[in-house]
């Protein structure tokens, strides 16, 4: 149960996001780097209580312009600075600072968000668990190019399966090869928002592609044939 000024700190958006929903979840985030460390920052201003960060890395000069991490984060390991920010919004969320690599041992919970930089790892963390739970959010990023892919159902978890492709066929390096943090950024915010409508029982965009650069939002339905971003 939420405390009185928990309430107040939700009341512009109670009509937006279930919180009671949202409560009873345990939420995991696989990857905190550009977009991983977003998505867990929103997560907890949206009220998450239960949060399962999952990193094996260390936060590097270059991810304090591009992945938000203070300068003092420097050295530190990636799952922990990321818990501390989460804590910073919200003491009361129980938190969970897995630093290693995702492994099948390790719960996805209810809801997982696939932030990891390669294809071969979002298929194993997939097969491994990811098409067991309810809701599947997997953010790619390149440059100014965002891609939202989501599952929750036959349909959708198909058309997601049909995405990972093996990762000769990607485009070479890792997806935040090239980024920034207002990317990274949106390309949460769009995972989020698709999170919240299977929160409120909506329909989902299964898959979402934006280019910045273009001004383009194409959204595929799961017949669709497969988009051309990677990561």
């Known amino acids: 149960m939420f405390t009185e000024a928990e309430e107040d ?4 958006q109670t009509q937006l996001v279930p919180q009671a929903r949202l409560a009873a979840l345990d939420v995991t985030v696989v990857g905190v780097g550009a977009v991983g460390r977003q998505v867990a920052l929103q997560l907890a201003s949206l009220g998450v209580r239960r949060l399962r960060l999952v990193d094996f890395d ?3 000069a270059s991810n304090v312009t591009t992945q938000g991490y203070a300068r003092g984060d420097v050295g530190r390991r990636k799952v922990d600075a990321c818990r501390d ?3 910073a919004i919200d003491p009361e969320v129980n938190v969970d600072a ?10 996805l919970g209810d809801a997982a968000f696939c932030c990891v930089d390669s294809i071969d790892a979002r298929a194993a963390i997939w097969r491994g668990g990811g098409g067991l739970v309810g809701f599947w959010a997997d953010g790619r990023m390149r440059g100014e190019t965002l891609r939202v892919l989501t599952a929750c159902d036959g349909a959708s978890r198909a058309h997601y399966t049909a995405t990972l492709f093996p990762q000769h066929e990607a485009q070479a390096g890792a997806c935040t090869a090239r980024s920034t943090i207002y990317a990274a950024g949106m390309t949460a915010g769009l995972m989020l928002s698709q999170f919240v409508r299977w929160l409120r029982q909506q329909p989902l965009d299964a898959d979402l592609s934006l280019n910045l650069l273009a001004s383009e939002l194409i959204v595929a339905t799961p017949r669709a044939k497969e988009a051309t971003l990677v990561g």
Request: hydrophobic share 45%; proline share 5%.
């Open 85 to 87: 920010a989460v804590l």
């Open 98 to 107: 897995v630093q290693d690599r995702w492994r099948p041992a390790t719960r």
């Open 9 to 12: 700190r939700f009341v512009r």
């Open 58 to 60: 260390k936060v590097d």
